[in-house]
């Protein structure tokens, strides 16, 4: 009984930010038991942080330093996402590869949204190029999955949860692309409800 617990968000996003927005108004309605703490940016420009910063939520700007390594930017990352003490590391649209100086310090926390289904079309702009094989006749759908990240691996690790989606005949890239993004939308928070109840049921809150 009691009231429920909120799981603690924090949502890394380079760009647009709409499954960032879906995680917010999922969290917003009740729909999702938790609470996003933050969103950081490694871009300062990034609508996502637009968006946290209407829903009135930290929106965190962590650009990265002329001559700086990767370790050394994913290590001040870390240390800034510490600061908000997070149940889980959502990776929506971040396009940066992590090091283990980021992911060493929160060792299965961190959830990675990538638009392919698992094995296929790692890395940048994967919508873009499974409607380029479908319109080559290589392929007749694609689809997104949610996947835990335990290293530095482009878009790989133990699979969470995947949805095909068509590619339709007539379909132009514009509205694969909005199917697409729904289907993320949906399997993401579905995803991360499952993830915040988890813990809730195992009876494992401190
Ligand atoms: C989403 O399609 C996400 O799956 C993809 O970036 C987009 C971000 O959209 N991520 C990757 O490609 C990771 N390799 P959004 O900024 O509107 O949430």
């Known amino acids: 009984g009691g009231a429920p617990v909120k799981r603690r968000l924090v949502i ?3 760009g647009n930010g709409s499954n ?3 995680i917010i108004d999922a969290c917003a309605s009740g729909e999702l038991p938790a609470e996003v703490m933050a969103v950081v940016s490694d871009h300062g420009e990034a609508m996502a942080l637009t968006r946290a910063d209407a829903a009135g939520l930290p929106a965190v ?3 990265r330093r002329a001559g700086e390594t990767r370790p050394d930017y994913d290590a001040r990352l870390a240390d800034i996402v510490t600061g908000f ?3 889980w590391v959502v990776l929506a649209g971040w396009m940066r590869v992590l090091t283990l ?3 060493g310090w929160f060792p299965g926390m961190v959830v990675n949204l990538h638009p392919a289904l698992p094995g296929q079309l790692p890395g940048l702009h994967a919508i873009e190029r499974a409607y380029e094989e479908a319109r080559a006749g ?3 759908g694609t689809g997104v999955m949610v996947h835990l990240v335990p290293d530095e691996g482009v878009d790989v690790g133990p699979v969470l949860a995947t949805a095909e989606v068509a ?5 132009t890239l514009d509205q694969l692309a909005q199917r697409m993004h729904a289907a993320e939308h949906q399997l993401l928070v579905d995803t991360l409800r499952r993830l ?5 049921t195992n009876g494992v809150i401190t």
């Open 196 to 200: 915040c109840t988890r813990s809730l």
């Open 20 to 22: 960032a927005q879906a």
């Open 61 to 63: 700007h962590i650009g």
């Open 101 to 103: 100086s980021f992911l």
């Open 12 to 14: 890394l996003a380079s």
């Open 85 to 87: 003490d997070p149940d």
């Open 167 to 171: 590619i339709l005949p007539d379909d």
């Open 138 to 140: 290589r392929r007749s």
